[in-house]
């Protein structure tokens, strides 16, 4: 198996504005330095709202934090009338690490599609942005026991004509939408069987140690207690936190999840 590197992904949604987002950064820098957090071990980023990124920039370069940052979404044009919309040229120069796309959120609120997915992840690379994919199903598709070809179709459908050398790169974030801000956790057999799974699909679309080496992350209700345990599945490797990514502390210990195994 390839050595991935876990990846503990906070989305702030539509929270905090840019003082906060500073203050909220130094808590999470200032858990970790006192945990003395390998950085190379757990990498850690947040994703604040758009009007903090600049702060978060500075704060960032200033103290020489090893924390990434990064959007929580990106247009797939580069500049023009698109009232509203950020470019990835724009979060370029902002210095982020990554950008989630196609958010249940986004797919739900704003009715995002495969090929608008597709067209921004496309738009984030070509930037030099990581996408941080989010794909899983409805608590409907779960209970016909579809969860599977469900997702899989969504991973389809956004990586249609990327390369492989992006392909590489991406990282998926496997989100059952019952779970995510529920409380319902997905236990972390469901979790393994779809990480799995889109694993699998990864190989059949390129090639087995291109799969091998892509970061596959659980979302959806990810606490301190119960982080663990997901990520003792061997498919899973990070997790794209929520809620809990708000409480410095909190998502400080989700970072530090071999400390408590079995807490
Ligand atoms: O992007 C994060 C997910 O939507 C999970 O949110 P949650 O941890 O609040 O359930």
Redesign the pocket.
């Known amino acids: 198996m390839a050595d991935r590197t876990p990846l503990m992904a906070g989305?702030w949604?539509m929270n905090q504005d840019h003082h906060q987002a500073t203050h909220l950064v130094q808590k999470l820098a200032w858990s970790l330095k006192d945990a003395k957090h390998d950085f190379s071990a757990v990498e850690v980023a947040v994703l604040p709202p758009f009007t903090d990124l600049r702060s978060v920039q500075t704060l960032v370069d200033a103290d020489k934090l090893d924390i990434r940052y990064g959007a929580q979404d990106v247009s797939a044009h580069e500049s023009g009338a698109y009232t509203g919309e950020i470019s990835p040229v724009m979060l370029a120069k902002l210095g982020v690490t990554y950008v989630?796309v196609g958010?249940?959120?986004r797919r739900e609120y704003h009715h995002e599609d495969e090929a608008i997915v597709n067209a921004k992840i496309k738009s984030a690379f070509a930037h030099g942005i990581v996408p941080i994919l989010?794909v899983g199903e409805g608590l409907d598709v779960r209970k016909a026991g579809e969860q599977v070809p469900h997702t899989l179709a969504q991973v389809d459908g956004a990586l249609e004509g990327l390369p492989a050398e992006q392909a590489a790169q991406i990282v998926i974030?496997y989100?059952p939408v019952w779970?995510?801000?529920?409380g319902e956790v997905a236990t972390p057999e469901d979790a393994q069987e779809v990480c799995g799974a889109i694993r699998a699909r990864l190989g059949e679309l390129y090639d087995a140690p291109l799969a091998d080496g892509v970061r596959v992350l659980y979302?959806?209700?990810?606490k301190s207690g119960n982080v663990a345990a997901i990520m003792a599945q061997p498919d899973v490797d990070g997790a794209?936190?929520?809620?809990?990514?708000l409480d410095a502390e909190e998502f400080a210990k989700i970072a530090r999840f071999t400390e408590h195994a079995g807490a």
């Open positions: 989305n949604k989630a958010h249940s959120e989010c974030a989100e779970a995510i801000g529920t979302g959806g209700s990810v794209l936190v929520g809620g809990a990514s």
